[in-house]
């Protein structure tokens, strides 16, 4: 892990904006907070046909993740009264939002092409390597924790080995790929925001957004296409091999590798994982259909 930019030692109540090019984005936001001790606080904007992941979909709900609907259904109402309640609980917050709405895949050109035609048709800077950001979840967010907010991290990812000979852009790593160490270096650059420099209204801060996505297209056009080659593979700037000590890591292992093996381990046991996951997956359906 190669880290970039401005990230605090303490914990802070912040809103956490990020490129976003796969599933391991979502781990790369525990990697930064378990740095920080903050591992605990994060949740997550999530599109809405997520609520029906097994275990997860529910799950997810109850830690106070905030599922969205795209664009004409997006429910602000629903969104606001979330974090409100997260609010008055005094809930600690790391709320990751990825503003592109979807992923960017290069095996999808047909995405990358509409948010690219879209941004220009709204007289937006044409972006190559993220998707044009859409500003709804990030607003309401930041409007509605305002004065919860310690700030906003603006975190751009990139990961090695996902350039072709060509020198052509592929498919960020799947969740196998990283875990199998198919990916030997994930880059992570961070801006630490202000609140007071982030624009209060949606109109100006939809142009703020957007300028900071242009920011985030830069860092990738110098990581993927640099001319000079000892350019490419990382951000501009100093940077730290940021590594974990065991005992920050060991005994999570520990207790959950133990409690998973020992269910596994007897027939009983077996019974049980195999109805937690059909029944907690049906009752969690349920639950997250009743109460988003």
């Known amino acids: 892990v190669i880290i970039y930019g401005d990230l605090p030692k303490n914990k802070e109540n912040v809103i956490y904006l990020s490129n976003h090019q796969c599933t391991v984005d979502w781990i790369v936001a525990d990697m930064l907070a378990i740095r920080q001790n903050a591992l605990g606080h994060v949740r997550y904007v999530l599109k809405d046909g997520l609520k029906w992941l097994p275990l997860y979909g529910w799950y997810f709900s109850q830690h106070g993740g905030v599922y969205v609907k795209r664009s004409a259904k997006f429910n602000e109402k629903e969104m606001r009264a979330k974090l409100r309640a997260q609010m ?96 030997p270096r994930v880059h992570i650059f ?24 242009e920011l985030k297209d830069k ?18 700037g100093k940077s730290v091999h940021s590594k974990l000590s065991l005992k920050k890591t060991l005994p999570s292992l520990l207790f959950l590798g133990g409690l998973t093996a020992s269910m ?25 259909s009743i109460k988003p």
């Open 88 to 183: 008055k609980a005094e809930t600690r917050m790391y709320l990751v939002i990825f503003p592109e709405g979807t992923r960017y895949n290069p095996e999808i050109p047909k995405v990358i092409a509409d948010s690219q035609s879209f941004a220009e048709k709204e007289g937006l800077a044409v972006l190559k390597h993220v998707l044009t950001p859409r500003v709804k979840a990030t607003h309401v967010a930041i409007d509605t924790m305002k004065d919860y907010l310690d700030a906003v991290y603006d975190v751009t990812v990139a990961y090695e080995g996902t350039v072709d000979h060509k020198g052509q852009r592929k498919l960020a790593p799947s969740m196998t790929d990283f875990l199998c160490k198919e990916c």
């Open 190 to 213: 961070i801006d630490r925001i202000e609140l007071k420099d982030i624009p209060e209204e949606q109109m100006y801060m939809r142009r703020w957004l957007h300028e900071r996505f």
């Open 219 to 236: 860092l990738l056009i110098e990581f993927y296409d640099a001319k000079d080659s000892t350019r490419r593979n990382k951000f501009p």
């Open 264 to 288: 596994l381990l007897t027939e009983s046991g077996r019974k049980l994982y195999v109805k937690t996951w059909i029944y907690g997956t049906l009752i969690g359906c349920l639950w997250v």
